[in-house]
């Protein structure tokens, strides 16, 4: 009987220190404070700001949080989602609750709607605190094709048609054809052309010189979330497809009679008032 009453001593004073531990704990409480942008966009980047609560316990020790880096967080090289915060600098500070701030880049195959990131909390010596949120993802960036609808030879206009092809409208849509060697543009080479709906198409004219081969183009948008982005697409021109056309010939015809007939009438018309000149003078006689 002796023998048992020492072993369930010895039982309990072998568990009372991890009782008495499980028992005196920080409690500590994770809210993801802010997200910007709200929603974020897929292979960007994005900040989020937590709030850790009730470290103002005396029994709270140094703290560590993590975001852990998983589908659909990421981190820059050399970066991690591990932050240590001391407790004799925020007792110093008399906070009563930590931001910890964060900027990550989101996974480019990142799914529309909500996507689970997941935290982890722990005061030293203490159990950690794992807790999930959900980080809004919305793909509002738009994809576009670009091609030359037109070029007239006779007044180097060339007409770039382009299509929205992604389901996301925009807003203050500006084409812009920068410095290259293959196309040289008289006059403005940005075109304002406005908001543009997913799957419409909208068209810009440039005056230019341009020779055959790929030349750059900057799309340039406002999307859903108001961000500016800048998008560049190649387009390939051939001149095969825009010369000895019927059309310009007719064009070209007709600008020649109208030419011709111009000249005749002009022509005419001082052959007349010469000749009048002439009656009036003999009149005088």
């Excluded at 500016?228 to 009679?257: C, H, I, M, P």
């Amino acid at each position: 009987m002796k023998k048992e009453m020492i072993i369930i001593v010895l039982l309990l004073i072998s568990v009372l220190p991890f009782t008495m531990a499980a028992e005196i704990r920080c409690d500590l409480d994770v809210t993801l404070l802010n997200q910007d942008p709200y929603p974020a966009v897929p292979g960007d980047y994005a900040k989020l700001v937590f709030q850790v609560e009730g470290i103002d316990s005396p029994d709270c020790d140094d703290i560590t949080f993590n975001l852990l880096e998983d589908y659909p967080v990421e981190f820059n090289p050399g970066e991690s989602g591990l932050r240590t915060f001391k407790k004799i600098d925020y007792i110093k500070d008399f906070e009563s609750n930590l931001l910890v701030p964060y900027e990550i880049r989101v996974n480019k195959n990142a799914l529309d709607g909500a996507n689970p990131i997941e935290v982890r909390v722990q005061s030293k010596n203490d159990v950690a605190l794992s807790k999930t949120f959900d980080m809004e993802v919305n793909d509002v960036r738009a994809e576009f094709e670009i091609y030359v609808k037109d070029y007239n030879y006779i007044t180097h206009e060339i007409t770039l048609e382009v299509l929205n092809i992604e389901e996301s409208d925009i807003e203050a849509l500006t084409i812009e054809i920068p410095k290259q060697d293959i196309i040289k543009i008289k006059g403005s080479n940005r075109v304002v052309v406005g908001d543009l709906d997913s799957n419409e198409y909208t068209s810009a004219d440039f005056e230019a010189s341009l020779e055959d081969g790929e030349f750059k183009v900057n799309l340039i948008y406002s999307d859903q979330i108001n961000i500016r982005r800048t998008v560049e697409e190649t387009v390939l021109f051939d001149s095969s497809y825009f010369t000895n056309r019927k059309a310009d010939q007719k064009t070209t015809g007709k600008g020649t009679y109208l030419f011709w007939a111009a000249v005749i009438l002009v022509i005419g018309y001082w052959i007349y008032r010469k000749i009048k000149k002439n009656q009036i003078k003999k009149n005088k006689r």
